[in-house]
Nanobody, 121 residues
Framework: QVQLVESGGGLVQAGGSLRLSCAAS????????MGWYRQASGKRRELVAT???????NYAYSVKGRFTISRDNAKNTVYLRMDSLKPEDTAVYYC???????????????WGQGTLVTVSS
């Protein structure tokens, strides 16, 4: 069993910053990809950013240049630094991890419970 625990959401004014953290724990062999998705009220869940185990990153166009994803492989933890936040960034942010778990060495794919980010204008 593998779990993702997120932290760092909250209320911030437009132009402000927040940092989200997500730690994976459990029977992990390797996590190849970690990332963040978000879902605004009434909208579909969308990609925010992903990062591989060798730190190759991918960002949604809407956050490129404002958000920075990073990870600590030793801690199985991913971070999302969000700067210059806009009201349209308001959403529930979900952590995601994909890799291989033990003892069966089968595919691991897990989501966090979500953390709310609210950006006021």
């Amino acid at each position: 069993q593998v779990q993702l625990v997120e932290s760092g959401g909250g209320l911030v004014q437009a132009g402000g910053s927040l940092r989200l953290s997500c730690a994976a724990s459990g029977s992990i062999f390797i996590i190849n990809v970690m990332g963040w998705y978000r879902q605004a009220s009434g909208k579909r869940r969308e990609l925010v950013a992903t990062i591989t185990s060798v730190s190759s990153t991918n960002y949604a166009y809407s956050v490129k240049g404002r958000f920075t994803i990073s990870r600590d492989n030793a801690k199985n933890t991913v971070y999302l630094r969000m700067d210059s936040l806009k009201p349209e960034d308001t959403a529930v942010y979900y952590c995601y991890a994909k890799g291989i778990h033990t003892p069966a060495y089968s595919t691991l794919e897990v989501w966090g419970q979500g953390t709310l980010v609210t950006v006021s204008s």
